[in-house]
């Protein structure tokens, strides 16, 4: 009677399906923080995070999958005060420049160095890449909002522009993990390309 008893407090706790879920986006994230993207299966996976197959294959469904879930979990910085920030912050280019780049930046962080090696294995697999771009294209149109209010240029002809930042951006952040670069020289770098790309495009008074 006291060894079921026993055994019964030592079971670990079942997860609810979303605490699970993000438990094998972070052991996968584990895995390509050691630079193999091609050991990241949903086997693997399942493996590492000491589940059955079934379960990692029900919440991901295929490698893409999984790809493209490890895509949104790392995309979603403006989920955090961001846009709290932005709406309070004064109405110039270079305060709201701060605000995102700063975001960007630290979001990055929160991903780890699983972020360039989960880049590389997005672009090999043609269903996740879509995904990707999908995702650049987000971070595009959370840059056109975070400025639509100081800036008079038409939002349609700055789509390239803010693409083109979100590169850049991304490369940055590439340095950041590569330990190229400190963290506070990303956020001034970000925020000095920012400015300088946009300000040509300022309202009165909003430079």
Known sequence: ????????KSRPKRLTKAARRQQLLEVAKA????????????AVLAERANVSKPIAY???GTRSGLLIALIEDTSRYYETDAETKIAHAPATVS??????????????????????VL????EANSDAR????AVQSNHAESFRRAFERVLDEPADQMTSLYKGLVAAANSICDDRHQQ??????????LTHLLVTSLSPFARSGCA
Do not use: W
């Not at 009677?1 to 019964?8: G, K």
């Not at 993207?37 to 949903?42: G, K, M, S």
């Not at 979001?107 to 699983?114: I, K, T």
């Not at 879509?130 to 771009?133: D, I, L, V, W």
């Open 1 to 8: 009677m006291v060894s079921i008893v026993s055994e019964t």
């Open 119 to 122: 880049a590389a294995a997005v």
């Open 180 to 189: 190229k670069i400190t963290t506070q020289a990303a956020i001034e770098t």
């Open 95 to 116: 305060a709201i420049a701060e605000i995102v780049a700063t975001a960007y930046i630290h979001c990055a962080l929160d991903a780890g160095p699983a972020l360039t």
């Open 31 to 42: 895995v390509l923080e050691n630079g193999d993207a091609d050991a990241l299966t949903l």
């Open 130 to 133: 879509n995904a990707g771009r």
């Open 58 to 60: 029900d919440h991901f």
